[in-house]
């Protein structure tokens, strides 16, 4: 049985830090692009950035770049979102996502709510 954990989050004041963790059990992450959605009340649950083959990174939104940095480690079986400079704005349910079908970045953001397996969502709150 596939299962995706993020935790990590918080509430942070506007310019913290905040490193989000996602923990895979059931499949090799190694194997698979993942990637980081959030959604925030009242939006569309959006892709934020992916790791893929040979642990490039792909952006899907122009919002996080130069803030957002994703990164993978194959022994823990996790991925990471190392989220810095946080705003009000990135106040949302953060989610990690991967699919046994789909072989690249692109396409997970594309399926969005159609991907199979997603964690629980742990929630990011920026306030002052």
């Known amino acids: 049985q596939v299962q995706l954990a993020e935790s990590g989050g918080g509430l942070m004041h506007p310019g913290g830090s905040l490193r989000l963790s996602c923990a895979a059990s059931?499949?090799?992450?190694?194997?698979?692009?993942i990637a980081w959605f959030r959604q925030a009340p009242g939006k569309e649950r959006e892709g934020l950035l992916c790791i893929g083959g040979g642990d490039r990174s792909t952006y899907y939104v122009d919002s996080v770049k130069g803030r957002f940095t994703i990164s993978r480690d194959y022994v823990r079986n996790s991925v990471y979102l190392q989220m810095n400079s946080l705003k009000p704005d990135d106040t949302a349910v953060y989610y990690c996502?991967?699919?046994?079908?789909?072989?690249?970045?692109?396409?997970?953001?594309?399926?969005?709510?159609?991907?199979?397996?997603w964690g629980q969502g742990t929630q990011v709150s920026v306030s002052s």
């Open positions: 059931g499949l090799f992450l190694v194997n698979y692009p």
């Open positions: 996502a991967t699919d046994k079908s789909v072989s690249n970045c692109g396409d997970l953001f594309r399926l969005n709510r159609r991907l199979e397996y």
